[in-house]
Structures are given as structure tokens and as C-alpha cells.
């Protein structure tokens, strides 16, 4: 090209980047050649924007759903808004990463399955987890900063608990001091009270499974069991009770940190965090432009709600929709916010 030519592309390109058009590569396998074809022209469109985006929720509404069943259960956790059916995903992001993660951030852990899996599954340097949340910080401070006489004595209150309601009244009454005494409480809380919810307000598990009642969500060996699993891999797992704003900006400057995001969802007026979760006040708008400022990779997770995709979209993010079972067994849909 001589250089008349190129400065004529130049311009053109220029030109075409005010307009808001850039150019942009993809990988493409020769079944699909025909498809990119014939969608190229529509790709510099804007007002083709909104057709595409409802080409592409069709295409995920193809894509199965996790069968969560799967998935290994690590958390001694039922937590309401769990992300085990996202475990796979995640699996995913990490593996086609160009560099293994330093460190893989979860701020918002609840149950933590899905940072507990990349610890299980060693797909990062470390983990790193945090919670505000007083009851739910005590069973993961004793899990993992615990002394080993903690340990024991926490998994083995867990064994020896006699299931009674007398029993599950009184240790939901008292106010326990220590990290591992608050930890029994809140496993008992976990699991006898409905939809695993801890937040005030919440009441107990009546008929539960087969008519068991308060049993029909205790496996205490099985409790046991995970506790031990994850004791051992304490030293690839961080614990912080804090809050999560502080956490991310710790690892903001680290290239190769992966942070995984999963707030209350009380964006865009919608209250299911608010009754969950002791803790739901969070600044959205705060958290999108935080998180939009590290320079590792980002995954958030949140209910498809306009509000939700316009701050996604404002602060450059990518978005994904998945599939996933509720607990009515529906197929619903949640979106991925990714960066980069
Ligand atoms: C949607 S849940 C996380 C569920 C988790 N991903 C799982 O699979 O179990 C959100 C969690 O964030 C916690 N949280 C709320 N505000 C927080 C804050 N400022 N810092 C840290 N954790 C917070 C809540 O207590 C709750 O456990």
C-alpha cells in the first residue's frame, strides 16, 4: 500500500472509531464462516444492537443448564443464592486464561463453593476469600484459622448433636463467645432453619424432607467430612472478615489477580438480597466502577435486570447470559459480567 493509501485507511479508520465503530478479531470455525458472513454488515449497525443481543439470549437458551448434582459439594454450606451450578463456568474462565491466576479473589463468600472448588481443583496460586457477616466469618475463621483442638471439637459438636427441638432452640438462644462455639451456632442455624436463610426473621424447617422435620437437612457425617477436606487445604486458602470494597482494592494493581463477584442482588430495586442476607446494602454504581479499575479479570454475577446490564454496559464489561435450575426446578437466567 503506498503511503497515500495509507493515510487515506488511517483516516477511515479513524473516522470510523469516532462513530463509535473499531476494528475487532475473532476466532471462527469454518461451520460458522457462513454465519460471521452474513452478520458482518449488521455488526457496525447500532440500532442492530438489540436484535443481535436477543439472537444471542436464544443461543444460550440452548446451552444446558448445570445439573448441579455434578458438582462436588465442598461448602459445609446450604447457602441461599449459592453458586454451585456456576462451578463449571468458572472452571472455564480459569482454564482458558492466558497465565494460571496468582490469586482468585472471592469478596462476597457466603458458602464459597466456587472458590473452594478452585482451591480443591488447584487452578490457582491461592484463594482468597472474605465475608462481613459475623456468622457466617466465625465457621470459615474456625475452619481455617482455627487451632486443630478447634476443629475437632467444632466437627465433633456437629456429630453428637442430638436433634431435638428443645436442643435446636436452645443453641439458636445462646450467645456464643468464641469463634468455634459461634460456628456450631451457625451451622445449626444453616441447617434447621428454612432455605438455609440465617438473616433475622427466618423460621425453622417444619416438614422438611419425607417428613423428617428438623433432621431432614443434618448430615452431620458428611459435615464432618468437608470440614476435614478443607481444613487440609488451609494453606491455600485466605480468610478475612471484612468488607469487600477493601479487599478488592488490595488486589487492584495485580495483573494476574481473578476476582469473582456475587453481591446481594438488591440492584435495580430488586429486594431477594434484602431478606437473605444480614448484609445487602451495597453500592452497585461503586462496586461496577471498582471493579472496572483492576487490572486482573473480572466475573460478576447478578440477576438480568436493565439496570444491571446499563452500569455492565457503561463501564465497558462483556456479558454473558446462563442458564440455571431455581429451586422451583425453572429454567432461569442469570448474567455473567465479564471483563476482560
Ligand atoms: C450472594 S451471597 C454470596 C453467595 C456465594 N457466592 C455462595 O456461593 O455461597 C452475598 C454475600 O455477600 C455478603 N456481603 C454483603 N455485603 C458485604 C460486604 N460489604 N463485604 C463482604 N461481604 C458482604 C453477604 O453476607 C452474603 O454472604
Not at 481443583?121 to 491461592?126: D, F
Not at 422435620?213 to 487440609?232: C, M
Request: aromatic share 8%; proline share 5%; net charge neutral.
Amino acid at each position: 500500500m503506498d503511503a497515500t493509501a495509507l493515510q487515506r485507511q488511517n483516516r477511515r479508520i479513524e473516522r470510523l472509531k469516532s462513530q463509535g465503530v473499531s476494528r475487532s478479531t475473532v476466532l471462527v470455525h469454518e461451520e460458522c464462516r457462513p454465519v460471521l458472513d452474513s452478520l458482518r454488515p449488521h455488526f457496525i449497525d447500532p440500532e442492530k444492537a438489540e436484535t443481535l443481543s436477543a439472537l444471542v439470549e436464544q443461543l444460550h437458551k440452548k446451552v444446558k443448564p448445570t445439573n448441579v448434582a455434578q458438582v462436588r459439594h465442598l461448602s459445609p454450606f446450604r447457602y441461599p443464592g449459592g453458586k454451585t451450578w456456576l462451578v463449571p463456568e468458572v472452571r472455564q474462565w480459569l482454564l482458558a486464561a492466558k497465565q494460571r491466576p496468582s490469586v482468585f479473589v472471592e469478596p462476597f463468600a457466603g458458602g464459597a463453593i466456587v472458590g473452594l472448588s478452585v482451591a480443591a481443583e488447584n487452578l490457582a496460586e491461592r484463594v482468597f476469600l472474605c465475608e462481613l457477616d459475623d456468622d457466617v466469618a466465625a465457621v470459615w475463621e474456625t475452619i481455617f484459622h482455627g487451632s486443630d483442638d478447634d476443629v475437632s471439637e467444632f466437627s465433633r459438636r456437629i456429630t453428637t448433636f442430638d436433634v431435638t427441638l428443645d436442643n435446636v432452640r436452645a443453641i439458636l438462644e445462646s450467645k456464643p463467645r468464641s469463634p468455634k462455639n459461634r460456628a456450631f451456632r451457625t451451622v445449626i442455624k444453616n441447617r434447621m432453619q428454612r432455605g438455609g436463610i440465617m438473616a433475622a426473621g427466618a423460621g425453622l424447617v417444619k416438614e422438611g424432607e419425607a417428613g423428617k422435620g428438623l433432621k431432614s437437612r443434618w448430615y452431620p457425617d458428611t459435615l464432618a467430612k468437608r470440614i476435614e477436606v478443607l481444613r487440609s487445604m488451609k494453606d491455600r486458602i485466605d480468610f478475612e472478615q471484612g468488607d469487600a470494597f477493601e479487599v478488592v482494592r488490595r488486589f487492584a494493581d495485580d495483573p494476574e489477580a481473578f476476582f469473582f463477584i456475587d453481591p446481594p442482588y438488591t440492584a435495580g430495586g430488586k429486594k431477594a438480597g434484602s431478606r437473605l442476607y444480614t448484609h445487602n446494602e451495597i453500592d452497585h454504581e461503586g462496586l461496577f466502577a471498582l471493579m472496572a479499575s483492576v487490572r486482573g479479570s473480572v466475573m460478576m454475577t447478578y440477576d438480568d435486570a436493565p439496570e444491571v446490564r446499563e452500569m455492565a454496559q457503561r463501564h465497558g464489561f462483556r456479558i454473558e447470559l446462563v442458564p440455571m435450575k431455581n429451586t422451583h426446578h425453572a429454567i432461569i437466567h442469570e448474567l455473567l459480567i465479564l471483563k476482560p
